[in-house]
């Protein structure tokens, strides 16, 4: 068995680290109630995220329900495990279960389509504590972001990583100097999952541990564009600043967007310049790449991009947050709205009996028209949600409000309503019909 698996933190103090976000998560959990908002944790990888979820659920002596990027996570798989299990007890005679979603970053693409909106849908009507876990907060929903309480789990300190380390050694029985401790802890940069694989894999077959078997030993390194990015600022060595983009797992072309949109952080005018002209040559070397099909170059174009920049930034650093660039956002947006006007036509067309083609070409101006004038009233009777009301309206911020007024006109109908239409409106959720 994998020592990472064999040593998981089985309850919150066993945890290395991130005290104070731990006792917030304790004090949530205590106090949870169906108003309470989820818990969306975010951090690098191997900074214990996953573990003090299953850790808590262990401590509160709560059922655990989990989802991960590994499983289709679709609107309609969510609703059936997420949604389900959110809204009805536990069959276990547990007081609670936690629904936990990792890697809710990654909820994106056509095998997760429609699945941060019914995350939306899912959360408000909860009656089971929620917890989504993220690497990058930037990179999960917008809307999904609002609705959830963020908890940054940080990078460790090899100073708390090297009792773990030896708490280990003293369980496999295996004599380890502390000096070669230290050097695991100091090289796992903050991960502590990568300390205890970088243990594992100089332990086996062997009794004791010298520095010798830990330099020889592979590191389980997970990099990521920021480190780069910040690597390449901050002027690391050349050697690294290569092994850094190949351990990031990013495409050099990749690689020369998310430069060029950090080239604006760079100090002064002629540091630009030069970081421009390093740029504009390893993006003629890409082109060179792509047409030809030779990929041998690929390295050319990481050496011009990465030396190319670190040498034009001069050392100063980047003092603040690195943001992907802004093609990417206008493209994302752009791929965006074509996704929710295909899922409204095709909701529509299903509904009112008319193909696709027809009601795009026909009658989706007509009906923009329509809702424009009375936007309250079409919300209802087509359930649309916030995107779909910002594709007919073109204003999301509006958008948003309209959204807002129709949900509290309905709360109000609700509390006005007699005691028996309230038991009713408690039952099940049921699908919207909308004509």
């Not at 998310?258 to 040559?281: F, P």
């Amino acid at each position: 068995m994998e020592w990472t698996e064999k040593y998981r933190p089985q309850h919150l103090n066993d945890l290395v680290g991130n005290t104070q976000v731990l006792q917030q998560m304790i004090t949530w959990a205590r106090s949870w109630t169906p108003r309470s908002r989820p818990l969306l944790l975010y951090g690098r990888p191997g900074t214990g995220k996953t573990s003090s979820a299953h850790a808590l659920a262990r401590d509160m002596a709560w059922d655990l329900i989990e989802m991960n990027a590994s499983d289709q996570r679709t609107k309609a798989v969510l609703e059936r495990v997420a949604g389900t299990s959110a809204v009805t007890a536990s069959l276990s005679g547990a007081r609670q279960k936690l629904i936990l979603l990792d890697e809710v970053d990654n909820l994106h693409g056509s095998a997760d389509r429609g699945g941060a909106r019914a995350l939306l849908e899912i959360i408000p009507r909860s009656r089971q504590p929620i917890i989504l876990i993220a690497n990058t907060l930037q990179d999960v929903p917008a809307e999904l972001r609002a609705t959830c309480e963020p908890l940054l789990f940080r990078a460790i300190q090899g100073r708390s990583i090297l009792p773990r380390l030896k708490y280990i050694c003293t369980e496999e029985k295996v004599r380890c100097s502390e000096a070669a401790l230290r050097e695991i802890a100091d090289r796992a940069g903050g991960d502590v999952r990568a300390a205890v694989t970088m243990l594992h894999a100089a332990a086996v077959g062997k009794s004791s541990i010298t520095e010798e078997d830990i330099h020889s030993s592979p590191k389980d390194e997970r990099s990521t564009i920021f480190d780069l990015v910040g690597g390449v600022f901050r002027g690391r060595p050349d050697r690294d600043l290569l092994r850094l983009a190949q351990n990031s797992g990013e495409a050099p072309d990749a690689i020369v967007q998310w430069l060029e949109g950090s080239i604006r952080h760079l100090h002064d005018r002629r540091s630009m310049v030069q970081a421009y002209r390093c740029i504009a040559r390893a993006d003629r070397y890409l082109g060179r790449t792509l047409r030809r099909q030779y990929y041998t170059l690929w390295r050319y174009v990481q050496a011009l991009a990465l030396i190319g920049m670190s040498g034009a930034a001069g050392r100063k650093g980047i003092h603040t947050r690195i943001s992907p660039p802004s093609r990417w956002q206008h493209l994302g947006s752009s791929r965006r709205q074509r996704a929710v006007r295909g899922a409204l036509l095709h909701r529509l067309s299903f509904t009112l009996h008319i193909p696709e083609q027809i009601l795009r070409e026909e009658y989706i101006t007509l009906l923009t028209h329509l809702v424009e004038r009375t936007p309250g009233t079409y919300v209802t009777t087509l359930g649309l949600d916030t995107d779909e009301l910002t594709f007919f309206l073109h204003d999301r911020g509006r958008a948003a409000a309209i959204m807002k007024e129709v949900q509290e006109a309905i709360k109000e109908k609700d509390r006005s309503a007699p005691p028996a239409i309230k038991r009713q409106n408690q039952g099940p959720v049921q699908q919207t019909t909308l004509f």
